[in-house]
């Protein structure tokens, strides 16, 4: 039978981990207001809310550091150090995603997003708050895993991971609609540069997710 190491720290690094993806999908709650904010013609926060994911990302990165410190060498670990860290880098790289997506519209406030695009980023942006609220689920799921090591869990955080990739596929598809969109609008060449750096950008918000599913299922296998 397996030794549940974890049972062993005086605090789990899945703790953090857990703090971590928690304030990741506030940031996304925020974000996806911010997006609505910045196409609505009557709301006058965007700054606001850009301000506050600025501020959640940077509780994040004290969260991430304080993972990293807490860490001290020979300490036991049900998985490698070196995979826990790449699994963070990734789920970090959600925030910053969001972050920069954010700065990225923020440059250039007019015209914002064209009228005939709205509905589509709409769709993505939804599209990649799905990965966001699914990787707190995983978490949560695989802190489980670590203490009982139930193969009942490991599969159930599996479960999570395979419609991660989903997600991400489902995303990807919406990103490529919307920038073919795009580069058949009759708009001018700045304003199609903008919004598919925006679309991309975007996008690059469930690609971390399932990055960051693919390092939690190489820290369950077996």
Known sequence: MRIPFMSMFIASPFDGLQEHAEKVKECAWAFQQAIECHISEKCKTFEEFRQDVTRMESEADAIKRRIRGHLPKGTLMPVDKFQLFRYLREQDSVLDAVEDALDWLSYRSEPGIPEGLQKEFFLLVDANIDPIEEL???????????????????????????????????????EAMLKAKILNLNIDPVTIFHMIMLAEIIGSIADHAENAGDMMRAMIAR
């Open 136 to 174: 707190s689920i995983m978490v949560s799921e695989a802190r489980k895993y670590f203490k009982s090591f139930s193969e009942k869990q490991r599969i159930l955080v599996k479960d999570i991971i395979r419609n991660l990739r989903r997600q991400e596929h489902e995303a990807d598809k919406i």
